[in-house]
Each structure stands twice: as structure tokens, then as C-alpha cells.
Antibody
């Protein structure tokens, strides 16, 4: 059974770089696409981007180029980097496996809370 | 971006009732429409994919359909464990976008 586990710093200061890791167990990251999705305190879900099975990436233009997703196949994990964070980046960050012909997201990790505050 | 408008924002119903949640998009997402259930304090979980296919293990009282730019999720014979927030998501084109969510109270 696939399990995803996100990890991050919890608290980040404005203008700093946020770094999150999603460790995948029960499946190889080479076999699927993997997404990062965040949920605001108001519960709105926003797709951040994905990395595909070749390592190519796609991002939400709303990030204005601040986001970067990478992978480490030796550790079977996916990383998200978000630079120049601001208070609006506060929320719960999830990683998920993406699959099928309609790009469903399943499963999701338990999420990691990120608070941007000075 | 494909905009997704989900209604209602919340609803309250009784055990055994039937409820319907609607998502409207400003572009036909074909069957690239997925539904998720999120319980308090938990991550969303996949309920329905491809507009109408139930994920493994999802009770048959859940169903969904799509017609053009309108998609609907119906829960028949509502049960207490169905209390949750439900989201639709279009994956027809990036950026993939979600509806605002519907909180269902049983």
C-alpha cells in the first residue's frame, strides 16, 4: 500500500525559502506523476504543480515562478521549494500520487502545516 | 485557467436523505473531473474519478455524472459517516483547479 509522508519546517519567515519533502513508500516515484497541493486556512485547495515519471515538471502560474519541484530517486522522495514566501503561502501542504488517464490524486499524504510569519 | 464553481457551500440533511452537489466549469472538462471527500483534520481522499467512476471501496450510495460544463455528485441514503467536505477538481487542463468545497452535515 502506498504511503506518503510530508515533512517541513513548520514556521518560515517572509521572503525566505520553504523546503518540503514527501517521502514515498510502497511504490516507486518512477512509476507515477506526483503533485503538491496546498490548502489555505480558509480550506481552499490549490494545485501547486507536479513532477512526472521522467522528472519533467509543471507549475501553477499563480506561483509566479517561485515554485520548484524535484525528485531524488535514490531516496524515493519528492521535494517542493517555494522561494520568497509571503503570508499568503500559509497553509497545509500535501503531496499526492497522480495517475490514470484523468490524473486523479490518490493517495494523499497527511499534510504538513506551514506558517509564514516573522 | 478553467474556473470551477461549486454549490452549495454547505448543506445539512438527515440520515436517509439524498443530496446533490454541483460543480460548474467555464469550459467543458470532458470526463477529467474528480471528486474528493475530506473529513476534519484529514487529507482529502479520492471518491470518484473520470466524472463517474467510484474509487475502490467507496459505497455505492455515492454517484456522479457530468453533462457539458456541469458535473454533479449525489449521495443517496445519507449516513452519519458522510459528514465531510466534498471537493470537485478538473484535470482537463493545467493549472488543475478545485471547487470551493461543500460542507455536508448529517
Amino acid at each position: 500500500q502506498v504511503h506518503l509522508d510530508e515533512a517541513g519546517p513548520g514556521l518560515v519567515k517572509p521572503s525566505e525559502i520553504l523546503s518540503l519533502t514527501c517521502t514515498v513508500s510502497g511504490d516507486s516515484i518512477n512509476n507515477y506523476y506526483w503533485s503538491w497541493i496546498r490548502q489555505s486556512p480558509e480550506k481552499t485547495l490549490e494545485w501547486i504543480g507536479y513532477i512526472d515519471d521522467t522528472g519533467s515538471t509543471k507549475y501553477n502560474p499563480s506561483l509566479k515562478g517561485r515554485g520548484s519541484i524535484s525528485r531524488d530517486t535514490s531516496k524515493n522522495h519528492i521535494s517542493l521549494f517555494l522561494k520568497d514566501v509571503r503570508e499568503g503561502d500559509t497553509g497545509v501542504y500535501y503531496c499526492s500520487r497522480v495517475g490514470g488517464r484523468v490524473w486523479w490524486s490518490d493517495p494523499w499524504g497527511q499534510g504538513t502545516l506551514v506558517t509564514v510569519s516573522s | 485557467d478553467i474556473q470551477v464553481t461549486q454549490t452549495p457551500t454547505s448543506l445539512s440533511a438527515s440520515v436517509g436523505d439524498e443530496v446533490t452537489i454541483t460543480c460548474r466549469t467555464n469550459f467543458n472538462p470532458r470526463n477529467f473531473l474528480n471528486w474528493y471527500q475530506q473529513k476534519p483534520g484529514k487529507a482529502p481522499s479520492l471518491l470518484i474519478f473520470g466524472a463517474s467512476t467510484l474509487q475502490t471501496g467507496v459505497p455505492l450510495r455515492f454517484s456522479a455524472s457530468t453533462s457539458g460544463t456541469q458535473s454533479s455528485l449525489t449521495i443517496d441514503n445519507l449516513q452519519p459517516e458522510d459528514s465531510a467536505t466534498y471537493f470537485c477538481q478538473q484535470t482537463y487542463s493545467t493549472p488543475w483547479t478545485f471547487g470551493q468545497g461543500t460542507r455536508v452535515e448529517v
